[in-house]
C-alpha cells in the first residue's frame, strides 16, 4: 500500500507543472521546464530551459514569484513579481544578483518567521513563463526549492530508442533509458525512493499508453499511414521538481 501511495503522490506531484494529457501535438505546446539545479541555495545561480514543441515563431516572456498563493489561485504572487530579462527559451536566474536572499529574508519576517527557517524547510520559488504565438500565449509554472542544503537532482534520459527502419500505418516500439532515482526523507520524515513518472508526446500517429511510471519505460507507437517526419517526445519528472526530456524524429516513407 505504500508503495502504492508513493507512485500515486509522485504522479500528482509531477503534473504540478505538467499540461492536460494530450498525447498528440497538434500546435505549440509546453512539454514541461528544467531547472539545474532544482533543487538550490538561496544565492546561486539556476539554468533554466522550457522544453516545448512545435515552437517556431513562439515568444517568451518570464517572471518570477517568491511568494504564491498556491495552486487554488494559479499561484498568483503574494508579492510583487521580479521580471525577467530573458526573451528565449532558455535562461540564468542568478538569484543573488536579482537580490532574492534580501527580499525573501523580508517576507519571511512579515510573516513572523526568519529565512533560515524557510530555507530549512524548503521555499518554493515560482517561474512563470508567458510563451508562444502571440495571439495565443502559454501560461506555465514552474517550481525551484531553495534550501539549506540542497540535496535532489534532475532524473536522467539517457536513450530514447526508436526502431531505424519504419513503415507507414505500422506499429513499433520506443523505449527509454533513464536513472537518477534517489532516496530522500519524506514529509512525515520517513525514508521515500523516487518513482520516475515518463509522459509521451508525437506529432503524429496514436501511443499506447501516454504515460508509464517506474521501470515501465516502453510504449507502442502507431505510425500514421501519410508519409512525412514524425517528433517523439518523452518527459521523466522525480515528483519532487526533477525534469527532463529527450526527442527523437522518424520519418515515414
Not at 235 to 249: I, K, L, N
Request: net charge negative.
Amino acid at each position: 500500500m505504500r508503495r502504492t501511495s508513493l507512485i500515486l503522490l509522485a504522479f500528482l506531484l509531477g503534473c504540478a507543472d505538467d499540461l492536460p494529457p494530450r498525447a498528440l501535438l497538434d500546435g505549440y505546446r509546453v512539454l514541461g521546464i528544467a531547472a539545474e539545479p532544482p533543487e538550490a541555495r538561496v544565492d546561486d545561480a539556476v539554468a533554466v530551459t522550457v522544453a516545448d514543441a512545435l515552437a517556431e515563431g513562439a515568444r517568451y516572456a518570464w517572471s518570477l514569484c517568491l511568494l504564491s498563493y498556491g495552486a487554488d489561485a494559479e499561484y498568483a504572487c503574494e508579492d510583487e513579481p521580479i521580471p525577467l530579462p530573458a526573451t528565449g527559451p532558455a535562461l540564468t536566474l542568478d538569484l543573488a544578483a536579482l537580490g532574492v536572499p534580501d527580499r525573501l529574508d523580508a517576507l519571511a519576517r512579515a510573516q513572523g518567521s526568519d529565512l533560515d527557517a524557510w530555507l530549512a524547510a524548503g521555499h518554493p520559488l515560482w517561474l512563470v513563463l508567458q510563451s508562444g504565438p502571440p495571439d495565443a500565449p502559454v501560461r506555465t509554472v514552474k517550481r525551484v526549492t531553495l534550501r539549506s542544503a540542497p540535496a535532489n537532482h534532475n532524473p536522467r534520459l539517457d536513450r530514447l530508442e526508436v526502431p531505424a527502419d519504419v513503415q507507414a500505418d505500422a506499429t513499433i516500439e520506443l523505449a527509454v533509458t533513464a536513472g537518477g532515482e534517489e532516496t530522500y526523507t519524506d514529509v512525515t520524515g520517513a525514508t521515500a525512493e523516487e518513482v520516475l513518472l515518463f509522459t509521451w508526446y508525437t506529432t503524429g500517429g496514436t501511443l499506447d499508453p501516454h504515460r508509464t511510471a517506474g521501470p515501465d519505460r516502453r510504449v507502442k507507437l502507431h505510425l500514421p499511414a501519410t508519409p512525412g517526419p514524425v517528433q517523439v517526445f518523452v518527459t521523466v519528472r522525480d515528483g519532487r521538481g526533477g525534469f527532463a526530456v529527450a526527442e527523437a524524429t522518424l520519418v515515414v516513407p
